[in-house]
C-alpha cells in the first residue's frame, strides 16, 4: 500500500489547491452561510470544477467519463476539506452516478454525461433516522397500472433543495428494496429545508402518494450491493474530507503556538503544548495512512467486498477521531478566539462536526468494521 499520491494524483491534488484559493476561499462560505443560500454551495464554483473535470474522473469514458479511477477523488476531496468548499460533488457525483452507473438501465445510464457536465444535479434520499442506518427502509412503493406510488419519509437527504431528481430508496410491497429516479416536479412530494449548523444544504422529502412512472425505476430486490459499494466511497471522500480539514486545523494551531505570547514566550516553547501537538500530529499520520489504504483498496481490490467494507469503515472511523481530538485541541489551544464567530476554526469545527455523523458515525463504522472483519459483511 502507498501512502503517497503518485503523480498523477499529485497533479489532481495542485490544480485542485490553486483553484478553490481563487475561488473558493474560507470567506466565500461565510458568505454563503451569511447570505442564507439554500444551494449551501456556490454555482460558480461548481462549474468550474466541472470544466476542471473533477466530475468524471471515476466514470467511464463511454458515459462521457475519464476513466482516472476512482483514487483521484482522494487529492480533491481532502483539497474540498482544506478549502472549506461545498459543492455536490458526494450527493450527485460519488452517490448518485455511482448507483446509475451500476444498476441503470441504457436509457437510465443515458442520463449520466448530464450528470458529468452539470445539466442535471440529483441527491440520493436514504435515511429515515436521526442517525446514519441505512438497512432502515419503510417508504413504501406500490406499484399500479400507471407506475408506482411513493409513501413515506426521508430525512437529512444531502443537497436536496434545487436538484432535479431525487435517488429515493424504498421498499416494494415484496419487501424488496428498491431505487426510483424522482423527478424534483413530481406531484405528492414536498421538500422541507433543515438549518444545519455547517450551512449546507439538507432537508427532509415527504411522499404523499407521489406517482412515479414504471420507467423511474432503477432496480429493485438486486441493490443491496451497489448501494453498499457507492456507500462505502461515499465514506471513503468523506474521510478524505475530514483529513483536509483536521490538517487545516492543525496547522492553524501550530501557527498560533508559534506566536502567541505569554510569560515572555510563544506559548509553543512549553513543553506540554508541544506533547499534546505532537499527538495531533501522529494521529494526522495515522488517519492518513487509513484513508490511502481505503482509497487503494476500492480502486484495486473492488471484487473484495469484505476488505473494501473493512477499510473504508476504518478510515472513516480513524478521520472521526482524529478530526475529534484535533478540532477539540485546536479551540483548547487557541483559548477564547476559537470559539468566536469571526475565527475560522469555527467554521471548521462546525464542518467537521455534521461529516463526522454523515454517512456513519464513529460507533456505526466500528461495528462494521467488526463484522466485515468477520466475513459478515
Avoid at 96 to 110: H, P
Avoid at 287 to 295: E, H, I, K, T, Y
Avoid at 310 to 334: G, P, T, Y
Wanted: hydrophobic share 45%.
Amino acid at each position: 500500500m502507498s501512502l503517497v499520491y503518485n503523480e498523477d494524483q499529485l497533479q489532481l491534488l495542485d490544480s485542485a489547491r490553486d483553484f478553490l484559493a481563487a475561488r473558493s476561499p474560507v470567506a466565500a462560505q461565510r458568505a454563503l452561510r451569511d447570505e442564507k443560500s439554500p444551494l449551501g454551495y456556490d454555482p460558480k464554483v461548481w462549474e468550474g470544477m466541472i470544466e476542471l473535470g473533477w466530475s468524471a474522473v471515476a466514470l467511464p469514458e463511454e458515459h462521457g467519463g475519464l476513466n482516472f479511477g476512482f483514487a483521484g477523488f482522494a487529492p480533491l476531496f481532502e483539497q474540498i476539506g482544506r478549502h472549506l468548499t461545498a459543492s455536490p460533488m458526494l450527493s450527485s457525483i460519488v452517490l448518485c452516478a455511482g448507483l446509475i452507473e451500476q444498476l441503470g438501465s441504457a436509457d437510465q445510464k443515458a442520463l449520466l454525461p448530464a450528470l458529468i457536465c452539470g445539466e442535471k444535479r440529483f441527491a440520493l434520499a436514504l435515511e429515515e433516522c436521526a442517525r446514519h442506518q441505512p438497512e432502515t427502509c419503510s417508504l413504501i412503493a406500490r406499484k399500479t397500472s400507471e407506475g408506482y406510488r411513493l409513501s413515506g419519509r426521508k430525512v437529512w437527504v444531502a443537497d436536496a433543495q434545487g436538484a432535479d431528481s431525487w435517488l429515493v430508496v424504498a421498499r416494494s410491497e415484496a419487501g424488496q428494496r428498491a431505487i426510483f429516479i424522482v423527478p424534483a416536479d413530481t406531484q405528492g412530494v414536498s421538500v422541507s429545508p433543515r438549518q444545519m449548523i455547517d450551512a449546507r444544504n439538507m432537508a427532509e422529502l415527504t411522499f404523499e402518494d407521489a406517482l412515479v412512472e414504471a420507467s423511474a425505476l432503477l432496480a429493485c430486490g438486486n441493490t443491496e450491493n451497489a448501494l453498499e459499494r457507492v456507500l462505502e466511497q461515499g465514506r471513503t471522500c468523506l474521510a478524505a474530507e475530514l483529513l483536509g480539514l483536521s490538517e487545516t486545523l492543525f496547522e492553524m494551531t501550530i501557527d498560533y503556538l508559534k506566536t502567541r505570547v505569554q510569560f515572555d514566550a510563544a506559548i509553543g516553547s512549553f513543553q506540554a503544548l508541544q506533547h499534546r501537538a505532537a499527538r495531533l500530529y501522529i494521529e494526522l499520520q495515522l488517519a492518513r495512512s487509513a484513508v490511502m489504504g481505503a482509497f487503494e483498496c476500492l480502486e484495486r481490490t473492488a471484487d473484495n467486498a469484505a476488505e473494501c467494507a473493512r477499510l473504508s469503515s476504518l478510515a472513516k472511523w480513524k478521520a472521526n477521531q482524529a478530526a475529534q481530538l484535533i478540532s477539540n485541541e485546536a479551540v483548547q489551544m487557541h483559548g477564547g478566539i476559537g470559539v468566536t464567530d469571526e475565527y475560522d476554526l469555527g467554521l471548521y469545527l462546525k464542518r467537521i462536526r455534521l461529516a463526522q455523523a454523515q454517512l456513519g458515525h464513529s460507533e456505526f463504522l466500528a461495528r462494521r468494521y467488526a463484522e466485515a472483519s468477520q466475513g459478515n459483511s
